[in-house]
């Protein structure tokens, strides 16, 4: 697993490598003390992972996830807790307070490898749903069976997750991490915390605020991606 630490500060740098040390899996490929030099490394290295500072000087770390071409997973590594809900918001996979612990760290690096082993693993592909698959969707005293190529827009709402097919609008009691997991990313697409959408139902796609862009449905639905999802979504899309 290839990473790279991005931090202003070099006695933060040297503490996060020499306690990534102790993983033998985890290679170093590059370290960073500010977005500009950062966004180059992470594009000509391509690593699994990013430890990412927020705080920095000139840019922070949201500002670099707006600027890279290739994104991969997120760590973010800060002295600032209150950061963490716009962390998420942007898909981190972790969010780590300074001074680091090992036990956080651990936890962290585990959910990266388990990331990574889930996107690499070629049965959880192959046994992904795909939108010729029929599924029962039931919401209080009413009940489908649906096709997924059906459903347009899977849109988060607290614990459960809105379907938007046809004129229905039925609520399930799961997650949209359950369901991204769930769904072949070939039609899917994760377009931010709170949607998912089906890559077939797209009408059209513009430019948008900060680099991202807004996606509009045949169903008359808009949802907004971020500069960070956009990339991802124009690399699945190109040939």
């Known amino acids: 697993m290839k990473a790279v630490i991005v931090d202003d500060e070099r006695l933060a740098r040297q ?59 997120v ?8 950061y963490a809900l716009k962390a998420f918001e942007v898909n981190a996979l972790d969010y780590l307070l300074k001074p680091v612990q090992g036990a956080r760290l651990s936890d962290a690096i585990k959910k990266v490898s388990e ?24 919401d209080g005293e009413k ?9 347009r827009l899977f849109e988060s709402e607290g614990n459960y997750v809105r379907l938007f097919f046809g004129t229905q609008r039925p609520l399930i009691l799961r997650s949209l991490n359950y369901l991204d997991e769930r769904l072949s990313n070939k039609t899917f697409f994760r377009a931010s915390r709170k949607h998912i ?5 797209i009408e059209n796609i513009e430019s948008w605020f900060n680099g991202g862009l807004l996606v509009k449905l045949k169903g008359g639905e808009s949802v907004e991606i971020s500069r960070r999802q956009a990339v991802k979504l124009k690399e699945m899309m190109s040939l």
């Open 115 to 138: 990331k990574i082993r889930k996107n690499e693993d070629p049965q959880n592909k192959a046994n992904a749903l795909t939108e010729a698959d029929q599924v029962f969707v039931k």
């Open 15 to 73: 503490e996060l490598k020499s306690m990534l040390a102790t993983y033998p899996g985890i290679e170093i490929a590059g370290e960073c003390a500010d977005v500009k030099s950062a966004v180059e490394t992470i594009n000509n290295v391509r690593p699994d992972v990013i430890f990412l500072d927020i705080q920095m000087p000139g840019k922070t770390g949201f500002d670099l996830l707006e600027e890279i071409t290739f994104v991969p997973e």
């Open 197 to 201: 959408i089906n890559l077939q139902w």
């Open 143 to 151: 009940c489908w069976f649906v096709k997924l190529g059906d459903v």
């Open 75 to 82: 760590i973010f590594v800060t002295a600032h807790d209150e």
